[in-house]
């Protein structure tokens, strides 16, 4: 028996991963492929198209039928009907958030100016629920019991942070002793995205010995990769660019997670072109979404 070239390998080796982990997701995938591979491309596609690609990567027709019924229901996707085919596209709401996450998915860096401007709120007891999540909106720091770091100048506040008994104060300058580095390490989830660059290190170089995948497999391959990075991308804490610490990984591994995306785009945007279509017939050309992901 042949042994699988290193794309199939690479493919393999995280569906395992992805089951192991309990995260290979037929409701998440789809969502996944929704927002990076058909959303760009005028945001309907074909039952079959999806069907297809979700049996490449594991996942069987009745898990497919269930997740489809279960997005449905819940508002996630909206189906219709053309003769006897079926098509999908994301709901507008839901459209919209997918759209919103992108741009912290696909950034070219979380990092934000070293000159962001930054404010010091400090508590003098727990803070109401709407400072809480005025804070998280604003994805504010925090450096100590009580004491977060906003990324705003003081005038720029949301109402909501500006209540009775806490202290604001400029911060131009903030050190990063020992104690908020590992805070920071945390917030920016350094052993998990570390984990997942090691994970494709082996992809970047399954491509290098495949330099033209096979159009399903880039397309499974993309849709897997997204599925990952998306996870812990969303959840990364955005912070100024002089506070990042030497070891973090996020900018390296977002720039590995970069190049795979270009590597696999020509032969998974072919998949496409041959594979999904709308009521009208092929799927529109790609909008420019497509070509600014990840700074290009």
Not at 185 to 196: H, T
Request: charged share 20%.
């Amino acid at each position: 028996m042949r042994d699988p070239d290193p794309i199939t390998a690479a493919i393999s080796t995280r569906l395992e991963a992805l089951q192991a982990a309990q995260q290979l997701s037929a409701w998440s995938m789809i969502v996944t492929f929704m927002g990076d591979a058909i959303g760009p491309r005028g945001g309907v596609v074909s039952a079959a198209a999806l069907q297809g690609l979700m049996q490449r990567m594991g996942i069987g027709a009745g898990a497919v039928r269930t997740a489809v019924s279960r997005l449905s229901a819940e508002g996630w996707i909206e189906r219709s009907r053309e003769g006897r085919n079926s098509f999908y596209q994301l709901s507008g709401a839901v459209g919209e958030t997918v759209r919103a996450a992108e741009r912290r998915i696909y950034a070219a860096s979380s990092l934000l100016p070293a000159d962001t401007p930054r404010t010091l709120v400090i508590a003098p007891g727990p803070l109401p629920e709407t400072a809480l999540q005025a804070l998280e909106a604003e994805g504010a720091l925090q450096i100590a019991s009580q004491v977060m770091l906003v990324f705003t100048r003081l005038d720029a506040l949301p109402a909501d942070l500006v209540h009775t008994g806490a202290t604001l104060a400029e911060a131009p300058v903030i050190l990063a002793g020992a104690s908020m580095c590992t805070h920071i390490a945390a917030v920016r989830q350094a052993d998990e995205i570390e984990s997942l660059r090691q994970s494709y290190l082996p992809v970047a170089a399954a491509l290098k010995q495949v330099p033209a995948p096979s159009p399903e497999d880039a397309m499974a391959l993309r849709c897997l990769m997204i599925h990952e990075w998306r996870r812990v991308a969303l959840r990364v804490q955005s912070i100024p660019a002089d506070l990042i610490q030497p070891d973090d990984p996020e900018p390296a591994t977002r720039a590995l997670i970069a190049q795979i995306y270009a590597e696999l785009l020509p032969a998974s945007e072919a998949w496409l072109d041959d594979n999904a279509t709308t009521p009208s017939g092929a799927l529109p050309p790609p909008d420019a979404r497509l070509a600014s992901r990840f700074g290009g």
